[in-house]
Nanobody
Framework: QVQLVESGGDLVQAGGSLRLSCAASGNIFRLIRMGWYSQAPGKQRELVATINPGGRKNYADSVKGRFIISGDNAKATVYLQMNSLKVEDTAVYYC?????????WGQGTQVTVSS
């Protein structure tokens, strides 16, 4: 059974940087897309960034110019470089991978940005 294992969440001051990592423990057949979503307290989960096998990237407007998504489709690993962090970036960040047969989610990693 495939599991997504995330790491990299932490407490950081505003203006700082973090790098989130996610790796799949097993094989995902025909990976279509990898990405990151965030969920702040009392809010719905929302898209942060995605990347497809061709390298095409998509970002939420709120993170454009600050966050960079990268990944290795063959190894089913995805990263999120988070720069110039803001207090409003505080949330649980979830890794997501979409294959042709199903979608997978990580357990979430907490990112807290202090002022």
């Amino acid at each position: 059974q495939v599991q997504l294992v995330e790491s990299g969440g932490d407490l950081v001051q505003a203006g700082g940087s973090l790098r989130l990592s996610c790796a799949a423990s097993g094989n995902i057949f025909r990976l279509i897309r990898m990405g990151w979503y965030s969920q702040a307290p009392g809010k719905q989960r929302e898209l942060v960034a995605t990347i497809n096998p061709g390298g095409r990237k998509n970002y939420a407007d709120s993170v454009k110019g600050r966050f960079i998504i990268s990944g290795d489709n063959a190894k089913a690993t995805v990263y999120l470089q988070m720069n110039s962090l803001k207090v409003e970036d505080t949330a649980v960040y979830y890794c997501n991978m979409l294959g042709t047969s199903r979608e997978y989610w990580g357990q979430g990693t907490q990112v807290t940005v202090s002022s």
